[in-house]
């Protein structure tokens, strides 16, 4: 077992994200928050100890978790909030920290890159 020298954070999508996706693209009224939750994308990030390196960390990443999760749904910019604050990011997503990562396969890690 090894242990990663990172956090993580869990990002699921709020009411307010829900709301835009179903303005932006009409075929998704179905969806649910709980759909959009079944599945949420974790980031891995520098390792964070302590609620203010959690904050800090926040503040450096958010803009572009926010864009991934925008464009996980939805590619038309135009459609995007032109607000993409860290308030607004964290009124549309939950965020959840955590710090121990273990790592139970002896499979190397693979990169790839996603833009």
Known sequence: MLALNRSAIVVRPRPPFLAWLHVADPTSVSLTLADLSLEPTIYLVPACGTPEEERDCLQAVFRTIFEDQLGGWWRDRTTWPTSRSLGTFTRWF?????????????EPLIEERSN
Do not use: G, P
């Open 94 to 106: 939950d965020c959840q920290f955590h710090s121990m990562l273990l790592d139970l396969t002896d």
